[in-house]
């Protein structure tokens, strides 16, 4: 799990006890299967260093990334609305350039789920599975003048061939041409 936003203090869950969370984060699964034995088994659990507020989740097995998304409301719960999971393999990072800044009456920008919507107009992206974002990089959260600037998203690409077809495509966001490509190791400035 994940941080969405680098500059939000985060009180870790039961005092950074990575016991206690993976105590609780097992008994949510469970009730929410209403088995002793869901199809997903939580192991164990750490924070990625003492300073860190990424916390890495170890399953049994290799469970697929879409039985662990369907148990994202239990897994999120402790840490509220500021994480969000991201697997450790079978996903693509991309990132949208020239992407229009539309803003609100009140000079806010639209909100992610508006965005997803007409990301998913496009054929490139229909029935993506998204695991992060899209979200704006800092400079434009940085400056309300701004027209156009870049996105990023993470989705599900179990077979990493999903994001050649969507860097080919003509993509389109509020009806202006965006360029999608993959990052490997875009860092949001």
Not at 20 to 45: D, F, M, W, Y
Not at 53 to 64: D, K, N
Not at 140 to 158: E, G, H, W
Request: glycine letters at 6%; aromatic letters at 6%.
């Amino acid at each position: 799990m994940k941080p969405e936003h680098d500059a939000l203090e985060l009180k870790k869950p039961f005092d950074g006890n990575d016991v206690l969370l993976v105590r609780h984060l097992q008994k949510a699964i469970q009730q929410v299967t209403g088995n002793v034995e869901p199809p997903l088994t939580l192991l164990s659990g750490h924070w990625s260093s003492a300073l860190s507020t990424v916390f890495v989740l170890i399953f049994a097995g290799q469970p697929p990334t879409d039985l662990v998304l369907k148990y994202r409301g239990p897994l999120l719960q402790p840490f509220g609305h500021t994480h969000h999971l991201v697997p450790s393999r079978g996903f693509t990072r991309m990132v949208i350039h020239d992407a229009p800044c539309v803003r609100d009456a009140q000079g806010n920008l639209l909100p992610t789920e508006t965005i997803q919507a007409e990301l998913g107009k496009n054929i490139a992206l229909q029935g993506i599975t998204l695991v992060e974002g899209p979200m704006w990089t800092r400079s434009v959260l940085d400056d309300p003048t701004a027209k156009s600037r870049a996105m990023r998203f993470v989705f599900i690409d179990n077979a990493q061939n999903r994001a050649t077809r969507i860097c080919r495509a003509r993509n389109y966001i509020f009806g202006q041409e965006v360029r999608i490509r993959s990052a490997t190791n875009f860092i949001p400035h």
